[in-house]
């Protein structure tokens, strides 16, 4: 799996949920992926830290409490679905850099601009 420095996914995809080479099971992301699923769902303030810049143990956190997320029913889905990936993600950030889990700003996603 190819990651920076940081610990930030480097690669086509958006993200990689399952046991990763360490034997953790947690999310492996890219930092636009991060950004753009803060953006949406409203987290304008978790969204400036990010780009402020996160350690690389606030990154794997994330990625720990993503896994969590995913598989955990979400409960607006009647389906008993686990959270969608980019809920789930800034879920994740919303823990890790504020301290404590909490409701996203925005339960639907902004539309991007055209």
Known sequence: ???????????????????QSDGVLRSIYSRNYLESSLWSYGEDDCLATVLAGI???????????HYRLVYTADPSLTSGAGYTGDKALALAA?????????????????????
Do not use: W
């Open 1 to 19: 799996m190819l990651t920076d420095e940081n610990g930030y996914l480097v690669a086509a995809a958006a993200a990689f949920t399952g046991r």
């Open 55 to 65: 350690s690389p143990e606030q990154v794997y956190a994330i990625g720990v409490a």
């Open 94 to 114: 919303v823990e890790v850099v504020e301290g404590q889990e909490r409701a996203l700003h925005r339960s639907r996603r902004r539309t991007k601009p055209k």
